[in-house]
């Protein structure tokens, strides 16, 4: 396959995954949709939604850029100055209303050069602001079992991964209960050519909307107190810290001149920041500081 | 006058403003203090000043660090590996409860190497949610004055430092109306000795309190809406992305493993993101949004 058939696949992935968040949110409206371009070669096709019953700010962002690569990444990637790229992917971060659901982020993206370099990348991760061991170990099992299917080292490796990735070294927290994250697959990373990767990744884009819809169906109604609220707006708090600090789409979104409101789409609709915060010991916001450590087995923590 | 006595002199601006911005604050409260040390060596002390009539949060922090210099920092410096450095600084963000007061930032601060090399850096800079010119040009206008007591070029350089510096080039907005921003200021970059440039950082750091109880006073009793709050969260949205995406000192403190709470004690006590926001035509937003750009003239907008 070529780079238009995947970048026509993420493209599809994005409606679908829009149509089936909007039916499990129930508030009877639909994504909202920017269609922008991209100066120096490309675009994309920016949905949000707003104020649901369920969710209350959601992004799912497909964008196809091309153009010559910038000079920092050309180095970094060892080619040469004015190599071209291609790059294609569907990148979401949903944050619903009840603090009882989680945050959720998903990413499926494409790159290639104009050398014949190319690799897929990806993930899934989980960010509760109250940490449900049940929830966890279903939600691993779930990327498990999509892993599993393709490689019986991918959940592991992966599963490490984005515990590393997905990290605050300044408050020595994981930013959620994290999940899977890879990069650069290709066939000399793994031992799967072109097609079965592109197989995986369209496995682990397809099962996003099932597992958001798990969690936003079990939780849209648990009770919750201003107490629980405060505390949700902390912990975006620390998504908002992660995102401008660490994460590198975020920061190569902004550095290579991307469309701000597009990146920017995973801050949360609002955040808190309390000098020297810290819960009350035995308090379920104390026992959810003490699970967001690196390492945790979250399929045997029941 | 050597760095214990420049360290000693910042502790005490530090007291000092503190207790003319609990005065202007007129809650009849105090600073909390927190006193913290610095595994590597030294430490602070960081007041903080939560929910009071006109400041909903402030801090304002002292710290006085020494050790062996970061690799990276000792590269960019061209010094040898293992080098040793003193900083110790005073460093200020208050966040005003009414959205017609502005936010403030001001910092002084003092950097030695053990090779004899030293300079000193800082400035006081004003983030309004609404723009006023008339304010603007008295704020400009009382660093002028500062400046040009020493140097007839201090202004003008310091102001376009400023402007440089405080800039968000992902919204193409100034973070606020700038001021006086300076760094690096010694015997080699000025045609000043050491004992003169500290009597210009004093000055700067004395004028911080009576400017900022200038915009208390002024501005703590003006009438606001729902809508007037809701555009202050805004903003104060675009402080945090300045700060985690561009602030040296908040990169450097969190790289140098520095106390967490105070380096992002700058963080507002609430900030939204709303995709998309866009003020209507002439409205007060709007105007405000028109004014935040580089090089206007503050000292002749009215």
Redesign the interface.
């Given at each position: 396959m070529d780079k238009q058939e995947i970048s026509r696949y993420f493209k599809g992935l994005q409606d679908q995954i829009c149509t089936a968040l909007a039916k499990a949110d129930g508030a009877n409206k639909n994504f909202e949709t920017?269609l922008w371009q991209r100066q120096e070669g490309g675009g994309g096709c920016t949905r949000?939604f707003?104020n649901g019953a369920v969710l209350e700010?959601g992004?799912v962002a497909f964008s196809e850029v091309f153009g010559t690569l910038h000079p920092n990444m050309a180095a970094s990637l060892g080619v040469a100055d004015g190599a071209s790229f291609f790059a294609t992917g569907v990148s979401i971060v949903l944050h619903p209303l009840n603090p009882m659901v989680p945050i959720i982020h998903m990413n499926v993206r494409y790159f290639e050069l104009d050398n014949g370099l190319y690799w897929f990348g990806g993930g899934i991760d989980l960010s509760p602001h109250y940490v449900n061991d049940n929830d966890a170990q279903w939600f691993h099992g779930q990327l498990k079992t999509i892993c599993d299917t393709y490689d019986a080292n991918f959940y592991n490796k992966f599963k490490t991964w984005a515990d590393d990735y997905f990290y605050l070294?300044?408050?020595n927290e994981t930013r959620g209960i994290g999940g899977i994250f890879f990069d650069q697959l290709n066939e000399k990373s793994t031992s799967f050519n072109k097609q079965q990767l592109f197989s995986f990744v369209k496995a682990v884009g397809e099962a996003f909307a099932p597992i958001y819809a798990y969690f936003m169906k079990n939780h849209k109604d648990d009770s919750y107190t201003d107490a629980h609220k405060n505390w949700q707006?902390i912990r975006r708090?620390r998504y908002?810290?992660f995102n401008?600090?660490h994460d590198r789409g975020t920061k190569f979104g902004?550095e290579s001149h991307g469309r701000?409101?597009s990146?920017?789409?995973s801050?949360?609709?609002?955040?808190?920041?309390?000098?020297?915060h810290q819960p009350a010991l035995g308090t379920a916001e104390y026992l959810t500081l003490a699970k967001l450590v690196k390492g945790t087995n979250w399929l045997s923590t029941t």
């Open positions: 920017d949000t707003t700010k992004g070294p300044h408050r707006y708090g908002v810290e401008l600090l902004l701000t409101e990146i920017l789409l801050m949360p609709p609002q955040a808190q920041w309390q000098y020297m």
